[in-house]
Every structure is written in C-alpha cells, then in structure tokens.
C-alpha cells in the first residue's frame, strides 16, 4: 500500500464529478487528536453572509492555542452552502471566535453550524531564501503562511522549490525562529536556483493521506 505514494503528487484517480477526468489525491493518516486540532465545529454568524470577504464567527469550540492570524483556513456551511471555501485568519478575539478574510466573496443562508478547517497544517508555502542554495545543507526560509504551533526542532521535513529544483528533498526542522520563518538542516547538500514560492511539508512518504475538497 505505502508503494502508491511513490507516484509524486499524489495517487491517480478518475473524478466521476467532472466527466472522468483524471485527478490526484493526497492521503493523510493520524491520531484522532491531531486531526481534531485541525478543525473547529459549531460557529454562528449574524447576519448571514451576502457577497461579502469578512466573516466574523461566534460560538466556536474553544481552542487556546493553535489558530493565529495569517493561517489558511476553509469554511463550511451547515446546509446551505456546504462548499469548502478558502480564506486566511485575520483575528482571533476570543477562544471562541475567528474572524476571516475570504479569498472571494462568501454567500450562505446559514447563520449557525459552520465548520473551520485547516487540513494543509502538514504543509507551508510562499518560503522565500537568499541567496538562492548552492551545495549547502542549512537553508533559512522567511515568508512562510503564518504557524503559531506544530512546526518544531528535530522534525522531519521537505522542501520542494517553485520552479527549478522541484524534487521533494528530505531535511529536519533546526530552528524556528518565528511565525513565518524555518531553519531547515538539509539531510545532503541542497542547490536551488528559485529564491521565492518554496514549499516546507510533514508528509511522511510512507503514509497515505485522504484529502478531500
């Protein structure tokens, strides 16, 4: 089964929603508690959204820690419109509220029942370096989404570049300087021509992960 993630980008499959175009999904496997972490349940909002980017929820169940401004995060409607749409946290004023910015403007009948994810918290992207690597092992990443916690020293890491040098290249995790930045200690020498749009992940080659839209 762990052979089909040798196929990069994810295992082939023919999405019977969209004429039988061929498609790739990503898998993900682990604790019951880590993938709880990644979503909130039960958020209201008044009035219901129109046509517009910013939502503001109420109601959440609370989480002390773990959703910081900047993050990436999807939201589902409980009835209406149940289309997992993508926005960006852009405050936090309680354990149980979030305010949202939405990539696009957000119409749903809904006011109560909504749903927060954040199922990309095994991937970071936008890591920008300078100079661009050349044969070195230790590459410091600026600019990355924003990730208050679960990036930490001695975890297990890969970097893929934007345009050049795209094969996924095992490292660990040195330091974490900030909320946007990443040291990475590469496991061989690295060299890279990009110096923009990296991607930093977590996802264990030998797992399958199940993302759905």
């Known amino acids: 089964m762990a052979n ?3 196929i990069i980008g994810g295992q082939p499959y023919y999405n019977d929603a ?15 508690s880590k993938y709880d972490a990644l979503k909130r349940t039960g958020g209201a909002i008044s009035p219901a959204p129109s046509g517009v980017t910013s939502l503001v929820f109420t109601g ?3 989480a ?12 589902t409607g409980s009835s209406n419109n149940i289309t997992r749409s993508k926005g960006a946290i852009a405050a936090v004023p309680s354990n ?5 910015t939405m990539d696009s403007s957000y119409t749903n009948t809904d ?26 092992t230790s590459l410091v990443f600026t600019g990355l989404n924003s990730a208050a916690s679960g990036w930490t020293v001695g975890e297990t890491v890969y970097v893929t570049g934007s345009s050049n040098n795209i094969t ?16 990475i200690t590469m496991d061989s020498s690295y060299t890279n021509t990009d110096t ?4 930093i992940d977590k996802y264990d080659p030998e797992t399958l992960y199940l993302i759905t839209a």
């Open 4 to 6: 089909l993630t040798n």
């Open 18 to 32: 969209d004429s039988n175009s061929k498609s790739l999904l990503d898998f993900w496997k682990g604790l019951q």
């Open 60 to 62: 959440l169940n609370s």
């Open 64 to 75: 002390a820690s773990g959703w910081t401004v900047g993050e990436t995060v999807y939201v």
């Open 96 to 100: 149980t509220e979030l305010t949202i």
């Open 111 to 136: 006011t109560t029942g909504y749903t927060k994810s954040k199922y990309d918290a095994l991937k970071r992207t936008g890591g920008a370096i300078s100079p661009a690597p050349s044969g070195v």
């Open 168 to 183: 996924r290249s095992k490292g660990a995790i040195a330091a974490v300087p900030s909320n946007t930045e990443l040291t």
């Open 196 to 199: 923009t749009g990296y991607t």
